[in-house]
């Protein structure tokens, strides 16, 4: 069985979402960023790429293996790693049921944004 292949969106269009996220990645490093290592550099260069495209489920696939990797090295739990591996599992294992509802993925999508600002105003404190 061959998928249907989308055509890949128009210029315009990825120079949009490859500076929403170059902004985003930059919201999201803080002032002092540690340094990537070869593996996660390669795999947000994926996310990236995904993400420009409109693969919305290869970005959470791709998301996912570069949090988890993240996530063995700490100790404590986290609620939005818990959030991404539902999404993950929901889309992985076929439970469409799981995935939120557009309502609910616009909440979640407004909070990140006011974790993301709040996350900059400290930065500026600093």
Not at 43 to 62: D, H, K, T, Y
Not at 95 to 112: I, M, N, T
């Amino acid at each position: 069985m061959t998928g249907a292949v989308l055509p890949p969106p128009d210029p315009e269009t990825w120079r949009g979402r490859a500076d929403w996220f170059a902004r985003a990645v930059a919201a999201n490093a803080g002032p002092a960023a540690p340094e990537f290592d070869e593996r996660t550099e390669r795999l947000l260069g994926e996310i990236e790429s995904a993400f420009c495209a409109g693969a919305w489920a290869a970005c959470v696939m791709l998301a996912y293996a570069l949090a988890e990797h993240a996530m063995r090295k700490r100790d404590a739990s986290d609620p939005e790693f818990d959030l991404l591996r539902e999404r993950r599992n929901a889309l992985a294992h076929g439970d469409a049921g799981a995935l939120p509802s557009d309502a609910e993925l616009e909440d979640q999508a407004q909070a990140a944004i006011r974790t993301a600002l709040r996350a900059m105003a400290v930065a500026a404190w600093r």
